[in-house]
């Protein structure tokens, strides 16, 4: 079992920065691909960004590439989601997300484990 815990969330004037931390616990955490997923008020969740194990390939929805960077520490067992040049439509639940494939996260799709969310909200 796999266990997420995100941190770093709140509130931010827009065009300022927020890192976001995702700790993970449970099976090794090195051989997992992780992801972060989001989901506005009315809205589906949607896929942000994607890392594979080793931190090699990273993959990014349209609407943050460029603004967003995905990292990873695994000696740290975390991910971060660095969110740079933030826009009010940015504001959302933000959700760490893993699999032990990078199938699905490569292609935007969530894998098997997900963590308890922390709002990011983005003031205009």
């Known amino acids: 079992q796999v266990q997420l815990a995100e941190s770093g969330g709140g509130l931010v004037q827009a065009g300022g920065s927020l890192r976001l931390s995702c700790t993970v616990s449970?099976?090794?955490?090195?051989?997992?691909?992780m992801g972060w997923f989001r989901q506005a008020p009315g809205q589906e969740r949607e896929f942000v960004a994607a890392?594979?194990?080793?931190?090699?390939?990273?993959y990014y929805a349209d609407s943050v590439k460029g603004r967003f960077t995905i990292s990873r520490h695994n000696a740290k067992i975390t991910v971060y989601l660095q969110m740079n040049s933030l826009e009010p439509e940015d504001t959302a639940v933000y959700y760490c997300?893993?699999?032990?494939?990078?199938?699905?996260?490569?292609?935007?799709?969530?894998?098997?484990?997900w963590g308890q969310g922390t709002q990011v909200t983005v003031s205009s």
């Open positions: 997300n893993a699999d032990s494939s990078l199938r699905p996260l490569r292609n935007g799709l969530p894998g098997d484990y």
């Open positions: 449970g099976r090794a955490f090195n051989t997992y691909a």
């Open positions: 890392i594979s194990w080793s931190g090699g390939n990273t």
